[in-house]
């Protein structure tokens, strides 16, 4: 298995413009996980997705941000409209019940301007 | 709800020598998993250790291991004869076991190994 894919792995955009985040989970996991990075805040969990529905989006920062998984291989997380206090690293990572190890995606750094 | 508790934001260690990160966490929960994740300056996160609350012994990969303390709430990470390529920050997590169940980080340690 590939890992983890995350697309793309930078992204610059201005400051209003829609922002989508890819990621492949691998293969057979049934939980899904996107965190944000800073430096000021860490690693933040932002929504999680158990067997492709969403569990826990208590950390999504506010209605501008969205996220879906409409099948077991794929999520994407969106920006609408992007501001500049949005960037930062994105990761996507996966995970199955039966070990509890989280696999990380290598991450989407996030630029707005 | 669960947190993790990692007081030490930097840490540094001669080549060679041993270190130990320090991590607590709070929970209610009697099933559980820990783990360390470490993030180098490629900022991959790569699993470094696991822990299973029901197990007793301490795991063990290589030149990591832990000291799990179930009562105390502790799960320090070991690392021997630290290596330059151990420069990284080291996070420790808690998930519940089973599903539906997310995975919380500490605030990290930046751990830096000196020539």
């Known amino acids: 298995d590939a890992g983890v894919i995350q697309s793309p792995r930078h992204e610059v955009t201005e400051m209003g413009q829609e922002v989508t985040l890819r990621c492949k989970p691998i293969s057979g996991h049934n939980s899904l996980f996107w965190y944000r990075q800073t430096m000021m805040r860490g690693l933040e969990l932002l929504i999680y997705?158990?067997?492709?529905?969403?569990?826990?989006d208590s950390g999504m920062p506010e209605d501008r941000f969205s996220a879906k998984m409409p099948n077991a291989s794929f999520s994407t997380l969106k920006i609408q409209p992007s501001e500049p206090r949005d960037s930062a690293v994105y990761f996507c990572a996966s995970s199955s019940e039966t070990t509890g190890v989280a696999f990380f995606g290598q991450g989407t750094r996030l630029t707005v301007v | 709800a669960q947190t993790v508790t990692q007081s030490q934001p930097e840490m540094s260690v001669q080549e060679a020598e041993t270190v130990t990160l320090s991590c607590t966490y709070d929970?209610?929960?009697?099933?559980?998993?820990l783990f360390w994740y470490k993030q180098p300056p490629s900022r991959q996160m790569i699993l470094v250790i696991r822990q299973e609350a029901y197990k007793q012994q301490n795991a063990t990969e290589n030149r990591f291991s832990v000291n799990f303390q179930k009562a105390a709430k502790s799960f320090s990470l070991k690392i021997s004869d630290s290596q330059l390529g151990d420069t990284a920050m080291y996070f420790c997590a808690f998930m519940k076991h089973g599903s539906n169940y997310k995975l919380t980080f500490g605030k990290g340690t930046l751990l830096t190994v000196n020539p």
């Open positions: 929970t209610s929960e009697n099933n559980y998993y």
């Open positions: 997705f158990n067997n492709n529905v969403p569990i826990d």
